[in-house]
């Protein structure tokens, strides 16, 4: 995870500091903030609260999220966007398994 946040923190610093002229510049910050609402509720929402549906359904809006910040970053710079792609590997693979834990559960 550490790894992971310190990529995230440089896109989104990239993103900040070299990219608000850009035309999707507001569509990528809304992204970000959305991620890391997200990022925050899984856990509450799975080991908390144990609503494993709900879990399953914000990690795969978490991915969603990821996706979309590739694409826009990806339009300005290839580059930045890539340092996203180990974050989306992961939260797709947490998403298969919450989805899966969330079945098992039913």
Do not use: E
Request: proline share 2%; aromatic share 18%; hydrophobic share 60%.
């Amino acid at each position: 995870w550490n790894v992971i946040f310190i990529l995230t923190t440089i896109a989104a610093l990239y993103v900040w500091n070299r990219m608000q002229h850009m035309v999707h510049f507001g569509r990528i910050i809304q992204l970000f903030v959305l991620n890391v609402v997200c990022n925050v509720a899984w856990p509450y929402l799975f080991f908390y609260k144990h609503w494993l549906s709900i879990a399953a359904l914000d990690s795969a809006l978490l991915l969603a999220t990821l996706i979309g910040l590739i694409y826009y970053i990806g339009l300005y710079k290839k580059s930045v966007a890539l340092l996203l792609v180990p974050y989306a590997v992961w939260v797709g693979f947490a998403t298969i398994s919450s989805l899966h834990i969330a079945v098992i559960n039913w």
